[in-house]
T-cell receptor, first 114, second 113 residues
Framework: DAGITQSPRHKVTETGTPVTLRCHQT?????MYWYRQDPGHGLRLIHY???????DKGEVSDGYSVSRSKTEDFLLTLESATSSQTSVYFC?????????????FGAGTRLSVL | GEDVEQSLFLSVREGDSSVINCTYT??????LYWYKQEPGAGLQLLTY?????DMKQDQRLTVLLNKKDKHLSLRIADTQTGDSAIYFC?????????????FGTGTQLKVEL
């Protein structure tokens, strides 16, 4: 998976608890992304980062926050998890977004909010 | 809207050709991509095509692009059981923040013996 590690791979949590998912890359790519995958919706962008401490919202950012303190790490936090956030979360990285934006994906984190 | 549409399922017999279709909505899309997702795994880039091309061939894969109809297809020749997976098309659009990808809903390909 192109030097991308997501942790944890599986997590079960309760409604109202905070959850942090981690994405770690060894490719030194500038751009990092968090997506969620749900049946019938494909992949939807939550947040992305274009550099250390530089982040922006995607189409489904409500209820999520991100941080990037180092090039290699991009964290996704659910401040207070809800059942609607049960999903599979994918991290992706890309080297450039000026022309082609070829994204490489991690193996995903399956999150269940009970 | 910005929906990228795909049919949900496709079933083919081993050795036949598979054709997976995708329609997109933004005529200004610069690149279009096909990704493959095997069970329990992330997405893997299969191929991509620049918007000024109408065809690209890569071994068993052929991508056709019809810009007038905003239609993209992926043909897999001599489909094998290992091709069973979910296939996503994606379009890349230039925004103020660079090129962003919008993914389709995915087509589940089942290859039967």
């Amino acid at each position: 998976d192109a030097g991308i590690t997501q942790s944890p791979r599986h997590k079960v949590t309760e409604t109202g608890t905070p959850v942090t998912l981690r994405c770690h890359q060894t490719e030194n790519h500038r751009y990092m992304y968090w997506y969620r995958q749900d049946p019938g919706h494909g992949l939807r962008l939550i947040h992305y980062s274009y550099g250390v401490k530089d982040t922006d919202k995607g189409e489904v950012s409500d209820g999520y926050s991100v941080s990037r303190s180092k090039t290699e790490d991009f964290l996704l936090t659910l401040e207070s998890a809800t059942s609607s956030q049960t999903s599979v979360y994918f991290c992706a990285i890309s080297e450039s977004i000026l022309a082609k934006n070829i994204q490489y994906f991690g193996a995903g984190t399956r999150l269940s909010v009970l | 809207g910005e929906d990228v549409e795909q049919s949900l399922f496709l079933s083919v017999r081993e050795g036949d050709s598979s054709v997976i279709n995708c329609t997109y909505t933004d005529s200004s899309s610069t690149y279009l991509y096909w990704y493959k997702q095997e069970p329990g795994a992330g997405l893997q880039l299969l191929t991509y095509i620049f918007s000024n091309m109408d065809m690209k061939q890569d071994q068993r894969l052929t991508v056709l692009l019809n810009k007038k109809d905003k239609h993209l297809s992926l043909r897999i020749a001599d489909t094998q059981t290992g091709d069973s997976a979910i296939y996503f098309c994606a379009e890349s659009k230039l925004t103020g923040g660079g090129n962003k990808l919008t993914f389709g809903t995915g087509t589940q390909l089942k290859v039967e013996l």
